[in-house]
């Protein structure tokens, strides 16, 4: 019996990472869509997510949280749509590594930027990125070769690391760097990316006129 997919998010969240994972994968899924500070944080919500935060997913009794886990675990799900690299291959090392490196020093690092966290040289042992400007040069030398993270096999890192990419180069927090551009422009072109782009913002709130 195929098991039940559930997807809970805000258009206005991370979930529009998962969205692209889902369409990705091609399998039905059904969307609940939360509200930040009220349904997010029901009782009913919360055992799903005791930290009252969007996305996730439940698949049968199985509940993810976390993008890029949700990203992995239903790569793992949904085999048939081949989105990592077999085990054993030898891309499945570049795939978890660029995938929980962005997950992790990628986003400590630009969030800590954006706040204006000043890490000092003595200090770069203490952050798990180092520092913001070797953390990005990490990046660009992971996306570099191309087309993909996994050269020429798109997989769900693609979606996680784009993702980042794509809203650091949007808010200004990431460098405008060609190889950014050229990366982020190749995937958003893919029409998964871009069916979920369209379903997301029919989710978002309406603009009032003014009178």
């Known amino acids: 019996m195929t098991r039940s997919l559930t997807f809970y998010t805000n258009p206005q969240s991370r979930g529009r990472i998962i969205r692209w994972m889902l369409e990705e994968v091609g399998a039905p899924y059904e969307t609940v869509t939360l509200d930040f500070g009220t349904s997010m944080k029901d009782i009913d919500y919360l055992a799903i997510n005791p930290m009252g935060k969007v996305p996730a997913i439940r698949h049968g009794d199985t509940v993810v949280t976390e993008c890029a886990a949700i990203c992995a675990y239903l790569a793992d799900a949904f085999p048939e749509a081949n989105l990592a690299p077999p085990h054993g ?22 969030t800590n930027q954006a706040l204006k966290v000043e890490v000092g040289p003595e200090q770069k042992g203490f952050v798990g990125y180092g520092c913001f400007e070797e953390t990005i040069d990490n990046l660009e030398h992971a996306i570099l070769p191309g087309p993909y993270i996994c050269g020429d096999q798109f ?22 760097r060609p190889a950014f551009e050229d990366y982020v422009g190749r995937l958003q072109s893919r029409p998964a990316a871009i069916r979920a782009n369209e379903l997301d913002d029919a989710l978002m709130p309406k603009q009032e006129e003014p009178a």
Not at 90 to 108: I, K, N
């Open 89 to 110: 291959s030898e891309r499945r090392g570049p795939y978890y590594r660029w995938l929980f490196f962005t997950a992790g020093p990628v986003e400590a690092a630009v």
């Open 155 to 176: 997989t769900a890192a693609d979606v996680y690391v784009g993702a980042q990419i794509g809203w650091g180069l949007m808010f200004g927090t990431i460098p405008k």
